[in-house]
């Protein structure tokens, strides 16, 4: 039984240079579009095993897709992009993506690395999604925490997320809180650590080594 594949990517280029990668793995392409509303309108109407999305579209992007499509289907989503960007990566893992690859990676690995998302084993070890999702949930030890930063662990975790760049929705979904606790926990922060804004605490959280 094949695995079947929705590619998504503005440039006619990429959707064609993936489909000649995939399909001789047995992979079957049963769709190829360029925009966003396109995906999500297939997504809808179509039997899919994976959709496999840039994460730079124009029109939109990747990642509201992907949160737009999370409204209608639990398929697979792995997320491509030629950016090692952690804040890219951070969001795509709290909106639900399985994993997360970048482009310049190797394409002799790719079709084990979809086959893997696809067994349920989530992202590729020692990945980037791996990776930055393994310290998004990592619990903190408070003993450890700078006297600049007198946080409890879950106000720790919310501030790792936040300099990790993620919208308190985002932040809801990753941790698996309501987003009006987030919101309190993000005024509890702001305040002890007396940040100006959420920039600020986040710049304060990277320096302080909050994150890696």
């Known amino acids: 039984m094949t695995t079947k594949i929705l590619i998504v990517d503005d440039h ?14 047995g992979f079957e392409i049963v769709g190829s579009v360029a925009t966003g509303d396109e995906a999500v309108e297939f997504v809808k109407i179509a039997a899919l095993d994976m959709v496999l999305m840039d994460v730079r579209l124009q029109p939109g992007d990747g990642l509201t897709t ?41 394409t002799e690995t790719l079709g084990d690395d ?35 930063l007198p946080l409890t662990g879950r106000e720790a975790q919310v501030l790792r997320h936040v300099a990790l760049g993620l919208s308190n929705k985002e932040i809801s979904k990753s941790l698996g809180i309501s987003v009006e606790t987030v919101k309190e926990h993000v005024q ?11 920039t600020d605490a986040a710049v304060r959280a990277i320096r302080l080594g909050l994150i890696a």
């Not at 509890?188 to 959420?198: M, P």
């Open 114 to 148: 979809l086959n893997h998302v696809l067994a349920g084993n989530g992202p590729t070890v020692g990945g980037r999604m791996e990776v930055i999702q393994r310290e998004m949930q990592m619990k903190v030890d408070t003993n450890l925490l700078p006297p600049e």
């Open 12 to 25: 006619e280029a990429a959707r064609l240079g993936l489909a000649c990668i995939l399909e001789p793995l």
């Open 188 to 198: 509890n922060v702001l305040r002890k650590i007396q940040a100006t804004d959420r």
């Open 66 to 106: 992907l949160d737009r499509i999370r409204d209608h289907s639990d398929v697979a989503i792995v997320l491509m992009s030629a950016y090692d960007n952690p804040t890219y990566v951070a969001r795509a893992a709290a909106m639900g993506a399985q994993d997360y690859l970048i482009k310049n990676g190797s």
